[in-house]
């Protein structure tokens, strides 16, 4: 976006927001960077805040107009949501056209799967939103929608009425809403606790004494301490359960915060009751501790989500704030990274981070790309070689020119992945959301007919016995069993530098039984060398591998890499079309050249020199010279093709290569199945042929000769030296150069679903034995309350499994439907 007029007011008796005269002695202010400004009126106090703590306070200094006041707070209300239509405002996160934008919002509120599935189904609902999707792990929200059908403050205060107030995603103020949430979880943590245990302490001499009784007056004194303090676990420990709980009956939804407010607040009434009447039962130990335990499964669980989600978070904050740019004198210039542009040259000294994308000009040093590609080494960067933006530079100073900024940029590139692997519910977590929300539906009636049962049989014991169902069959663990094993999944996955960008493709992997390989950039480096040149019909070689180098220029195959070092300023080719998989075609100096396979560049196509890998320069049809090319296996080859056979895998490798050197590549890795010579097209039909017998099939491949079959493979594989074009077809993007992250990632899918499997399972059998139990009255409801908290504790540590490298080292099982 660009600067807009500075129309900050700099009078001091000027309102900051709207530019209107202050009154005098005004209690209205607003505090950004430290320094307070005065505003006229409590309207401009309401939209100047809601700005400020959306994360946007640099709307004051790129508008282009001054707002107008708003009257009164009804008004205020109505701009709070109206000013994020602002075109300028927008223009910092909303992305897309004229037809479609997306944007993502950091959301309030969200507690569980429930929630996500209320806020989808509701936006989702209305006219002219394309799609949306909830991200648990971070509590944001992806959202696509048709500017000209409907506004985007309609979207958020449709958010805000059921609950979900939203701002557009700042990751500062992100990581800072997350870390006050955290604090007021804890808060209300050790509240429940407190209180827990003194309950229990005044409740103790009544289980001791048993039939003989206490005292009348220590009875009396022991059931008010109780009252006294279990009123603040109630009121404030147990409040977000409360306030989910209405938020759910508003909005005609059943999640299970209902079954618990229910059990907690008819407990806590019923209690009450019996004290003041000096009558009946008292639960207050039974409520402390079924709040204290609920509170604690889901810190747990909220403590799981965010140390998954700690990648994507560091991620976010990984480009810095500022650059040092070089003028054209060569003079050092301190400015923000957001002002950065292609074709800029930028000094990073060590110990900084790269801030944008760019090659190398002068300098070499070793760079820290750990949070990007989960590699723990430092990797060396000389003149020419690419570097991403948010690497940290370690050792020497290093002149750079900048090849993608601000949006751009890598690092932003798989923020957006990451956000649309969350653009549509994994089937399994749909399922699993529906199982909770009808289990909710199935308790409620359950409950109640419970209820009416023990009103014939004892009528004394009714009310507890039905707490103590609604509190066992409290769907906790259910709820978490399938999120908190996905979210431990994607942070395990992400960590060790394979990127998700489908929500599907964790599922679809465990179902995987065959993998094809691509070979240049996929099985070997790609690191393409320029070994030999044969020269035909004399000529210059150092011309020749200019001219080659410039056609080369053109393209982002692996090959292209190997012509670098040969190109020279005075040769230059035009219009350079490319055929894929055969080689690249242009004019220089108004002749026409073509490089690539000797079918494509000369008619008839002459013999290659030997069997080794020969690309063929033609001058209008006829030969000039041959180019031999050389690669390098990749280190970990052998390892992945390994583990993929222990795991029950069966391993093709497809290449446009020619055959001797395919035939010497598969013996030297074992791979029985290979085909030459492949085109796009032939890949593609290979691929259809073993689909067409039931087979599931990964594609593994990096150029845009692959990108046809990557896309119509079941899970598409992109190498991190894969182009963008390959990149978009991708379902998983490998971030790192490590071939052996596919088998890890194949595994770590398995042994997901063993654990979702478990998950479900022992919450469905936890429920299927406690319900009896508790619906026979053998389960009093503070037994209930441990069990049911042991239950969601189970689930969650189970999950956390998937984190240990362990989890996915057994899952090389061949798999078994």
């Known amino acids: 976006m660009a600067a807009g007029v500075d129309t900050r007011p700099d009078d001091t008796h000027v309102c900051y927001h709207c530019g209107e005269p202050v009154p005098g002695h005004t209690p209205w202010t607003l505090e950004i ?14 939209v100047a805040r809601t700005i400020v703590e959306g994360g946007l306070a640099s709307y004051y200094r790129f508008r282009t107009a001054l707002p107008g006041r708003p009257q009164d707070r009804r008004d205020a209300g109505a701009e709070q949501w109206s000013l994020f239509d602002d075109p300028g405002l927008q223009a910092r996160f909303v992305h897309g056209d004229a037809t479609a934008v997306h944007a993502t919002l950091a959301v309030d509120g969200i507690t569980c799967a429930a929630c996500a599935w209320l806020i989808e189904h509701r936006l989702n609902a209305l006219e002219g939103v394309i799609g949306s999707a909830v991200d648990l792990t971070h509590h944001r929200l992806r959202l696509e929608w048709e500017p000209d059908r409907i506004a985007f403050s309609r979207l958020l205060a449709e958010l805000a009425a059921i609950g979900y107030p939203s701002r557009p995603y700042e990751p500062d103020e992100a990581q800072r809403h997350l870390k006050r949430e955290s604090h007021r979880q804890m808060r209300r943590l050790i509240v429940a606790a407190l209180g827990m245990m003194q309950a229990l302490m005044f409740s103790l001499p009544f289980y001791l004494a048993g039939d003989a009784g206490l005292d009348a007056d220590f009875d009396r004194l022991f059931h008010w301490l109780a009252l006294a303090l ?64 609920l509170l604690f499964s889901r810190h747990v669980e909220a403590r799981a989500r ?68 989960g590699e723990t080494q430092p990797v060396t960067r000389r003149i020419g070689d690419t570097v991403t933006g948010g690497s940290q530079n370690l050792e020497s100073p290093l002149t750079l020119r900048i090849t993608h900024a601000g949006r751009d940029t890598r690092v932003a590139g798989i923020l957006d992945l990451t956000d649309r692997a969350f653009a549509s519910r994994p089937r399994i977590a749909l399922r699993s959301a529906q199982l909770a929300h009808h289990f909710v539906l199935q308790v409620l009636l359950i409950a109640i007919a419970v209820s009416v049962a023990w009103w014939f049989i004892a009528p004394e014991r009714a009310f507890w016995v039905t707490l103590s169902v609604l509190v066992v069959t409290c769907p906790c663990a259910l709820a978490l069993a399938t ?47 320029l070994i030999d040149t044969r020269v035909l019909d004399g000529g210059d070689p150092r011309h020749l591998r200019a001219i080659a180098a410039s056609l080369e220029a053109h393209s982002e195959h692996p090959i292209a890499r190997a012509f670098r070092l040969y190109r020279l300023s005075e040769v230059t080719a035009d219009d350079v079309t490319r055929q894929v998989g055969a080689g690249l075609e242009g ?70 290569d020619t055959a001797p050197r395919v035939r010497a590549l598969a013996e030297r890795l074992d791979i029985a199945d290979w085909r030459a010579a492949m085109s796009p097209e032939d890949k593609l039909d290979r691929l259809r042929v073993h689909q067409s017998h039931g087979r599931r099939v990964a594609m593994v491949g990096d150029g845009v000769n692959d990108v046809p079959v990557l896309a119509g493979a079941d899970v598409a594989f992109a190498m991190n030296g894969a182009t963008d074009l390959a990149r978009t077809r991708a379902d998983v993007i490998l971030l790192t150069p490590r071939l052996q992250r596919v088998a890890e990632a194949i ?34 409801p503070w037994l209930a309350a441990i069990g049911m908290s042991l239950s969601s504790l189970v689930v969650v540590g189970n999950a956390l499994r998937l984190t240990r490298p362990e989890s996915f080292r057994q899952s090389t099982a061949p798999v078994t439907s």
Request: hydrophobic share 40%.
């Open 587 to 656: 004019r220089i100096e108004g002749t026409s050249w073509r490089l690539g396979r000797p079918d494509f560049a000369a008619d008839p196509a002459p013999a290659p020199p030997d069997d080794g890998p020969w690309l063929l320069l033609a001058e209008e049809g006829r030969p000039r010279a041959w180019f031999a090319l050389d690669d390098r296996l990749r280190d970990d080859a052998d390892a992945t093709l390994t583990a993929l056979h222990l795991a029950g895998i069966e391993v093709e490798l497809l290449s446009g």
């Open 33 to 46: 960077d430290e320094c307070r400004h005065p505003l006229c009126c409590p309207g401009c106090e309401a």
């Open 747 to 780: 595994g770590i899918a398995r042994a997901t679903r063993r654990v979702i499997r478990q998950n479900l399972g022992w919450a469905l059998l936890y429920n299927l034995l406690a319900l009896p139990l508790a619906a026979c009255g053998l389960v009093p």
């Open 306 to 373: 965010r140390r998954s989600g700690a990648t994507g978070n560091a991620l976010a904050d990984l480009l810095p704030m500022s650059a040092t740019r070089l003028d054209d004198d060569g003079e050092p210039r301190i400015l923000p990274a957001s002002e950065l542009r292609v074709g800029d040259r930028v000094l990073v000294k060590p110990g900084h981070r790269v801030p944008a994308d760019g090659v190398i000009e002068s300098g070499a040093s070793s760079l820290d790309e750990s949070t990007l590609t």
């Open 483 to 529: 999120p908190t094993a996905l979210t431990a999944a994607h942070g395990r996955l992400h960590r060790h530098g394979a990127l998700l960008t489908r929500a599907d493709t964790l599922e679809t992997l465990t179902d995987i039984d065959r993998v094809i390989f691509d070979k240049t950039g996929t099985l070997t480096t790609g690191e393409m060398r």
């Open 230 to 293: 279990t009123t603040p676990v109630v009121l404030y420990a147990a409040q977000p359960f409360f306030h989910q709980a209405w938020r759910d009956l508003r909005t005609r939804t059943l999640g299970m915060d209902v079954p618990v407010s229910l059990a907690i607040g008819s407990a806590y009434l019923a209690s009450a009751w019996a004290v003041l009447n000096g009558q009946g039962e008292v639960y207050f130990d039974s409520v402390s501790m079924f709040t204290f335990f």
